[in-house]
Nanobody
């Protein structure tokens, strides 16, 4: 399974940025796709989730109202549209894919991350 994020970069506070995640090489059905982030010196935190088939979104409090997660089951991608960005949104953003699997070790796949820096 390959999970690849893209779209990170340097952006000014108040501006928008869109991240994308594409998953390939999988044989199990996908349950959901998530975005996590890890800021320097902090633990990785969950940002948003979307169920793969229904497209039902959920958000962390820090993302609600500013971020929008989406899924494209044809292209096997998830997007994260981020608006009104703040310096505290600076982090490496990771895509996580949840699979239907009996064995717990087969239920998750992670990308390598994409850096987002919010600074003037």
């Amino acid at each position: 399974v390959q999970v690849v994020e893209s779209g990170g970069g340097l952006v000014q506070p108040g501006r928008s940025l869109r991240l994308s995640c594409v998953v390939s090489g999988f044989t199990r059905s996908i349950y959901a796709m998530n975005w996590y982030r890890q800021a320097p010196g902090k633990e990785r935190e969950w940002v948003a989730r979307v169920t793969y088939t229904e497209g039902h979104p959920e958000y962390a409090a820090s993302a609600k109202g500013r971020f929008t997660i989406s899924v494209d089951t044809v292209k096997n991608t998830a997007g994260l549209q981020m608006s009104s960005l703040k310096p505290e949104d600076t982090a490496v953003y990771y895509c996580n894919v949840n699979f239907f699997a009996v064995d717990s070790k087969d239920r998750n796949a992670w990308g390598q991350g994409t850096q987002v820096i919010v600074s003037s």
